[in-house]
């Protein structure tokens, strides 16, 4: 089949590439000009792991073209941004406005499908705003007879710097407005999954994906809860966590400095949206969660206090290890919160960044590399797990203080890795 998919941004893109491999011509859509140019010279505007030669590859082929416009198609993939508002409701308005450009093109016999992370009820407003706008098409769920298209959600559940792999591999859940539309749907993703396919209706699978990552911030505010009781308990996090993971049924989550990210930290709140009476759990976690950035920032601002000569280093600024993706991270938060307050005694080490941030303009930090950091700093505060900081041996910062929010140097000497500020009360 030809393939058009929606929006070409870290879900579509691969996805569209990914496709394009398994033989399919897809015309991928964005609304950004540069995006489109920028793929159709067989480059790519976002970073992860093996998909510039992806691209390139499809692309020089004629399996994969870029465009501004809308162009008619057998399988519509709609993977758009669902963020949300200043009271966590969701917008689901772009997803909304896909589905009016490919309503604009739609014939009888094609499927789409709605892979937006989205509210449960999204993919039935899909079909009911395909409905009004082409009453020439019998949609499914709204007649007896067998419809003119099929319309599904399959969420992607991709993990960022594993994008590619996990395409190919991770089990789908394939929602169907119908069965029938379920089935269309997955001889589709049949073409490019290797992993299993389950398919079931529109509502639960769009449930599924939200719950998946509520699940994660959930396990995460308790491992970060932990870390703040011990604390206040003068315990060593890591060391119980490690010894409770022993028992057969526990499995305890590395605490962090928060969550961050564009899913984990977005996600629960749309089903807190949806059952607010119901989520006290949920969105407490999420508190927990974002609490803990904030008792991260005071624990390190003590510190630094407490040692008026001393010299900063923070390591990281990414969302997590090994990527270079320092949206909606609690690392840089931290490190620009404390340059703000510390001036030019606060330096960044980030292998993955060639320059700070834009909201490090008017602070006095600076972007060193980690060597740098070992010769000239006095406290390192560890705030993301990248490989090239695990690496660092005990030697080279055995005699440096240490705040260590994600545990990788295990070894550190104890005495050099206490706080020396009051544990914080949230
Ligand atoms: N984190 C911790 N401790 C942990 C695990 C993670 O502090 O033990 C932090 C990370 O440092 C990061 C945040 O949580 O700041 C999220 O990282 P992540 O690696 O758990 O997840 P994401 O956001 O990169 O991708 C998630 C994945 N969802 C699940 O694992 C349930 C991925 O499969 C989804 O496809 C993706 O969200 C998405 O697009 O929804």
Redesign the pocket.
């Known amino acids: 089949p030809d393939v058009c998919v929606v929006g070409l941004g870290y879900?579509g893109l691969p996805t569209a590439a990914i496709v394009a491999r398994a033989g399919c011509k897809v015309r991928g859509i964005d609304v950004s000009r540069h995006v489109v140019d920028t793929i159709n010279r067989g480059e790519i505007h976002i970073e992860e792991v093996d998909l510039d030669g992806l691209v390139q590859g499809v692309v020089a082929r004629g399996l994969l073209s870029a465009s501004t416009e809308i162009a008619p198609a057998d399988v519509f993939i709609i993977a758009v941004p669902t963020p949300f508002d200043a009271n966590h409701a969701p917008d689901i308005s772009y997803v909304l406005a896909a589905g009016e450009a490919v309503a604009s093109v739609l014939k009888a016999g094609d499927t789409v499908i709605l892979e937006s992370?989205s509210p449960v009820g999204t993919t039935e407003q899909l079909r009911d705003l395909i409905a009004a706008r082409r009453p020439d098409l019998k949609c499914p769920g709204l007649t007896a007879e067998t419809p003119d298209v099929s319309i599904a959600y399959c969420p992607?559940?991709?993990?960022?710097g594993k994008i590619l792999e996990?395409l190919t591999n991770n089990d789908r859940s394939i929602g169907g407005i119908t069965p029938r539309c379920a089935r269309k749907a997955l001889a589709f993703y049949k073409r490019f999954v290797r992993g299993t396919c389950v398919t079931t209706d529109a509502r639960s699978a769009e449930m599924t994906?939200l719950v998946?990552?509520a699940?994660?911030d959930v396990n995460?505010a308790f491992?970060?809860e932990l870390s703040m009781v011990a604390d206040t308990m003068g315990l060593d996090v890591w060391e119980v966590i490690r010894l409770a993971n022993r028992h057969p049924r526990v499995n305890i989550?590395?605490?962090?400095p928060?969550?961050?990210?564009?899913?984990?930290a977005v996600?629960p709140w749309f089903i807190v949206h949806g059952a607010p009476e119901q989520t006290p759990l949920i969105r407490t976690a999420r508190g927990v969660n974002d609490g803990k950035i904030h008792h991260v920032i005071a624990q390190a601002e003590a510190l630094i206090a407490a040692h008026p000569q001393a010299r900063v280093a923070c390591l990281g600024l990414a969302?997590?290890?090994n990527i270079d993706d320092f949206r909606e991270?609690?690392a840089r938060l931290v490190a620009v919160t404390l340059a703000r307050k510390f001036g030019d005694r606060i330096a960044v080490v980030e292998p993955y960044a060639a320059e700070l941030p834009k909201e490090f303009d008017g602070t006095a930090a600076s972007l060193i590399d980690i060597d740098t950091a070992l010769e000239t700093s006095d406290i390192l505060i560890v705030l993301v797990d990248h490989d090239a900081f695990k690496a660092v041996p005990l030697a080279e910062r055995a005699h440096k203080l240490v705040y260590d929010t994600r545990g990788i140097w295990l070894d550190q000497p104890r005495a050099s890795a206490e706080v020396s500020a009051e544990p914080l009360k949230l």
């Open positions: 879900i992370t992607e559940r991709v993990l960022p996990e994906k998946e990552n699940y994660r995460i491992a970060n989550l590395t605490p962090g928060g969550v961050g990210g564009h899913c984990i996600d969302f997590k290890a991270s609690p």
